[in-house]
């Protein structure tokens, strides 16, 4: 008894007809039949009536057809299994972070290679928007990118970090006396800020548009670290996360404004196996546990 032997049966017991199931399975009509016809000599049993036109299953046939089911679908199991293992031995994972949170994934990222060295991981750092897309297009497995709203169609997250936008100046400026400060006030002010297709953007233009005003961005630089030298200069007011400023005079916006660090990936689409092993990994490390530094 052969696997293609319970093949053709399903295929010409599902078709109705030899010629079609011999079609279905991409093999000339003769062969299958002449499979079957084996497959009955050793059971001793026909497993088809065959009619004039028409071929319909015997008792004999009924009964073994769900059994020659299952054997195939044991064989595609052992397929996905070994499948699934050689994904986790030559496998690809592509990872797109944010700029500055790239070594938030280092351990993740290194634990993995060393329990599975043969999967190329490759890492890419951009806006939130264009991860985004990326992660949607499949041409990224996950990312870590900063949100202001609800996620995305089509994609799953899990929040790394929540937190309010602040204003951070030199300890110098004019308003260093001050504790908070309005949207409106900050309208006056030169500011130095993330640039679109960012989070913390999107939740700044959010936040003056709800007031009816847009935001004066005098600088704009893709890394918090940057936007933090340039405030120290005294060229602006930064627009950072609550936790990022360093040795700059902190101010409470009010509306206040928030921005979230998601880990990302796909909702719909199953993702390959090293993927998803890599994805728990970076779940374990990155969703619980306070991480420092700053979050675009």
Not at 46 to 61: N, P
Not at 89 to 111: E, N
Not at 206 to 219: D, K, N, Q, T, Y
């Amino acid at each position: 008894m052969e696997l293609r032997q319970l093949a053709y049966v399903v295929a010409v017991a599902e078709e109705g007809s030899f010629t079609r199931g011999a079609a279905r399975e991409h093999v000339a009509q003769p062969g299958v039949s002449a499979q079957v016809r084996r497959l009955e000599a050793e059971l001793g049993q026909a497993l088809f009536d065959r009619g004039a036109g028409t071929v319909t299953l015997t008792a004999a046939g009924e009964a073994v057809l769900p059994f020659a089911r299952a054997a195939l679908a044991g064989a595609a199991g052992v397929r996905t299994a070994i499948d699934e293992l050689a994904g986790l031995i030559r496998g690809h994972v592509a990872v797109g972070v944010v700029a500055s949170v790239g070594g938030w994934l280092a351990d993740a990222l290194a634990s993995f290679h060393a329990d599975h060295p043969g999967v190329e991981i490759t890492l890419e750092e951009h806006t939130s928007d264009a991860l985004l897309d990326g992660v949607r297009s499949g041409r990224l497995d996950l990312a870590l990118a900063g949100l202001a709203g609800a996620p995305p169609a089509g994609l799953e997250t899990a929040t790394v970090r929540d937190e309010d936008l602040v204003a951070a100046i030199h300890r110098g400026h004019h308003l260093a006396k001050r504790r908070t400060i309005s949207v409106r006030a900050l309208h006056d002010e030169a500011l130095i800020a993330l640039p679109r297709g960012t989070g913390g953007r999107t939740a700044l233009d959010e936040g003056f548009a709800a007031v009816g005003l847009s935001p004066r961005v005098a600088f704009e630089a893709g890394d918090p670290r940057v936007l933090m030298d340039l405030a120290q200069r005294g060229l602006g007011v930064a627009i950072l996360p609550a936790s990022a400023p360093e040795d700059l005079h902190v101010l409470q916006i009010t509306p206040r404004m928030r921005s979230r660090l998601e880990l990302v990936w796909r909702a719909n689409a199953p993702p390959s196996h090293a993927a998803r092993a890599l994805l728990a990994r970076a779940r374990q490390a990155l969703v619980n546990p306070a991480l420092p530094g700053a979050m675009p």
